[in-house]
């Protein structure tokens, strides 16, 4: 599975920007998601999708992104709302081979442990 992310930029505080992931190889009977890394951070989930299509998000973006999936095309989305500087940060498209990925019971996504499969980033900053 290879993996090319796109659609990073800079963009003022409260402002929007929608990330693609392109996949090649199969991809639609997978778990999926976006992480992201800020500078002397380590790599933390932003959003996953299963198979189905069921989303689960970080508390620090829930109601400000959507991450979505086009299995036909094999792309993976995420539409970024109301962007903050903290948002700031190195974002990366993941694959793990497993259908499922749901959250745990405090709501903590899968971890970067959990995904094989990596793109390079696309850089993501907020100005405020």
């Known amino acids: 599975v290879k993996l090319v992310e796109s659609g990073g930029g800079s963009v003022q505080s409260g402002g929007s920007l929608r990330l693609s992931c392109a996949a090649s190889g199969y991809t639609s009977g997978f778990c999926m998601g976006w992480f992201r890394q800020a500078p002397g951070k380590g790599r933390e989930a932003v959003a996953t999708i299963d198979m189905e299509g069921r989303p689960e998000y970080a508390a620090s973006v829930k109601g400000r992104f959507t991450i979505s999936r086009n299995n036909a095309k094999n792309t993976l989305t995420l539409q970024m709302n109301s962007l903050k500087p903290e948002d700031t940060a190195m974002y990366y498209c993941?694959?793990?081979?497993?259908?499922?990925?749901?959250?745990?019971?405090?709501?903590?996504?899968?971890?970067?442990?959990?995904?094989?499969?990596w793109g390079q980033g696309t850089q993501v900053t907020v100005l405020s």
């Open positions: 993941a694959v793990e081979l497993r259908p499922l990925c749901p959250a745990d019971a405090r709501g903590n996504l899968l971890r970067e442990d959990d995904f094989g499969y």
